[in-house]
């Protein structure tokens, strides 16, 4: 890809896939043969070799604005014992890109695109018309990541029907500002399965990532397999209708909302009233009047927490005030689904990395107890989003399912 990726450390935003997680990568395909196969932004081409071990007689395309790439990719196929490759330097999300390949040729495509935003340019509604996908062009060209772009234009050179597998960022799969992606996605063609893979996989980063693994074919509304890897290997999959899919399609979500979960409740379903707190991080330390913040969970008693306030002025918009009764939780915070509690006593300010919760007198110890049960620690986290400090959305916890204690 060009220069014009924002992304610190590697100037192209790239983070390079473990053997073994290519390994596991190529086992998600369905097609046990395939005739020519498509490395789009190929790297050092983990990918790539991954492929040629297990479709030996395909021919690969390599793509990559990476000078260097092809070297590297070349001795790895050659311990794949793997001759039948070609390698382009090319701007990857060239509009022309298709005219430099040959046209529409691939019966298989793997990818793992950069963790980057890019600049809009003129040629990427061309790219995205002629991947069937032009009702992205409506979005703010900020929700157009280099993912999207990067399967759209694998779409315009894969032959119908053709299998396709991208490594994608955790907000493609979870995040409620790309639910109009999911949902173009799986209206544009057949998603089959979705794994979610462990933190760390690749070099240089603790991002979440998924595979995405479907076929160039319109969606019809079929349900989606989405399971995760672990030591154990690939998880059984739970299989999630369509319309559920366009809400998230991240595994560790559903894992909490099923089995024993399914006789719990949620807050939504009891009445609960989140307020998110008022002050920046700037404002909290200028502030002269107690502020709680996540760092202010720090007493032994979950359910008898006393805040150092009184005669605090009353909530409004811009100053949320939290009093006994309230339970509060971290929003932003590595550790967030630890940091839970009951106010018995006092009143405090509270920053915008706090949630305050205020549900009916009788459910309260339920919701608590069930937050801090294995379950709902499960269910916190498998809720949250986020590399490092994890964050955890208002309308998730919402729907979030509580087992009943």
């Not at 998600?28 to 030996?56: E, K, P």
């Not at 950069?114 to 900020?142: C, H, N, V």
């Not at 305050?356 to 608590?368: E, K, M, S």
Request: charged letters at 25%; proline letters at 5%.
């Amino acid at each position: 890809m060009r220069q014009d990726l924002e992304l610190r450390g590697d100037p192209l935003g790239r983070f390079y896939t473990d053997p073994a997680i290519g390994q596991v990568f190529v086992s998600l395909f369905d097609r046990r043969q395939a005739n020519s196969i498509l490395d789009l932004g190929s790297g050092g081409g983990s990918l790539t070799v991954a492929a040629a071990r297990r479709w030996t007689d395909a021919r690969i395309q390599t793509v990559d604005v990476d000078l260097g790439a092809e070297e590297h990719i070349r001795t790895g196929m050659a311990s794949a014992g793997h001759v039948h490759h070609d390698h382009l330097v090319a701007d990857v999300l060239d509009e022309n890109l298709p005219e430099m390949i040959g046209g529409p040729r691939f019966d298989l495509a793997v990818c793992n695109p950069p963790y980057a935003r890019i600049k809009w340019r003129d040629g990427f509604s061309r790219i995205l018309a002629e991947a069937g996908m032009e009702g992205l062009q409506t979005l703010p060209t900020p929700a157009l990541s280099s993912d999207i772009m990067f399967i759209a234009q694998i779409l315009r050179l894969a032959e119908p029907g053709a299998e396709v597998g991208v490594i994608v960022p955790d907000g493609l799969v979870s995040a409620r500002r790309h639910r109009a992606v999911r949902q173009a996605l799986l209206e544009r063609v057949r998603v089959m399965r979705v794994v979610q893979l462990p933190r760390r996989s690749f070099r240089g980063t603790e991002a979440q990532a998924h595979v995405i693994v479907f076929r160039n074919e319109r969606g019809r509304g079929e349900p989606v397999e989405i399971s995760r890897l672990d030591a154990d290997g690939v998880s059984s999959p739970i299989v999630v209708g369509n319309e559920d899919a366009r809400i998230r399609m991240n595994h560790g979500y559903y894992q909490s909302v099923t089995g024993t979960l399914r006789k719990g409740f949620s807050l939504r379903g009891i009445g609960a009233e989140i307020t998110r707190g008022s002050l920046s991080s700037a404002q909290a330390r200028a502030c002269r009047e107690p502020v709680f913040h996540t760092s202010s969970f720090n007493q032994p008693s979950t359910f008898d927490y006393r805040l150092n306030g009184a005669g605090v002025a009353s909530d409004r918009p811009g100053r949320r005030i939290a009093g006994p009764g309230d339970i509060l939780l971290a929003r932003v915070d590595r550790n967030l689904h630890r940091k839970i509690c009951v106010v018995s006593q006092g009143q405090a300010i509270l920053s915008d990395c706090i949630y305050r919760i205020r549900v009916p007198a009788n459910w309260r110890d339920a919701v608590v107890r069930g937050f801090l049960s294995d379950a709902g620690q499960a269910a916190l986290i498998g809720a949250t989003r986020g590399v490092g400090a994890r964050m955890l959305s208002k309308e998730d916890l919402l729907a979030l399912e509580i087992e009943t204690p």
